[in-house]
């Protein structure tokens, strides 16, 4: 059974930091996986932050880009997402997902269908 454990939540002021972990367990999954970073906030849709493939190609979301950074850790199994220049707008609960693709260069942002496996979610508030 596939398992994505989140961590790194939290609150922090507008302009601070975090650093969002998942850890993908049980995934015996083909060639192209991607595993990435959703957000849905209050009263708002699923969207997706960033994404990367297992040979470190990134995709992120206009919202994002420049201010968070999606990367692999030590093992290709655990993704990171540093978040930085915080915004009020970026409070959301985030989601690791995972998945495979094969459809095109990179990973997919906005098609979440192709991402099986979720997360439980982790809380992020960024208070003005």
């Known amino acids: 059974l596939v398992r994505l454990v989140e961590s790194g939540g939290g609150s922090v002021q507008s302009g601070g930091s975090l650093t969002l972990s998942c850890v993908v367990s049980e995934y015996t999954g083909g060639g192209r996986r991607c595993i990435g970073w959703f957000r849905q906030g209050p009263g708002k849709e699923r969207e997706g932050v960033a994404v990367i493939d297992k040979w470190g190609a990134t995709v992120y979301s206009d919202s994002v880009k420049g201010r968070f950074t999606i990367s692999q850790g030590n093992v290709d199994t655990t993704v990171n997402l540093q978040m930085n220049s915080l915004k009020p707008e970026d409070t959301a609960t985030y989601y690791c997902?995972?998945?495979?693709?094969?459809?095109?260069?990179?990973?997919?942002?906005?098609?979440?269908?192709?991402?099986?496996?979720w997360g439980q979610g982790t809380q992020v508030t960024v208070s003005s």
């Open positions: 997902a995972a998945g495979e693709y094969y459809g095109g260069v990179n990973c997919p942002l906005d098609l979440l269908r192709y991402y099986p496996y």
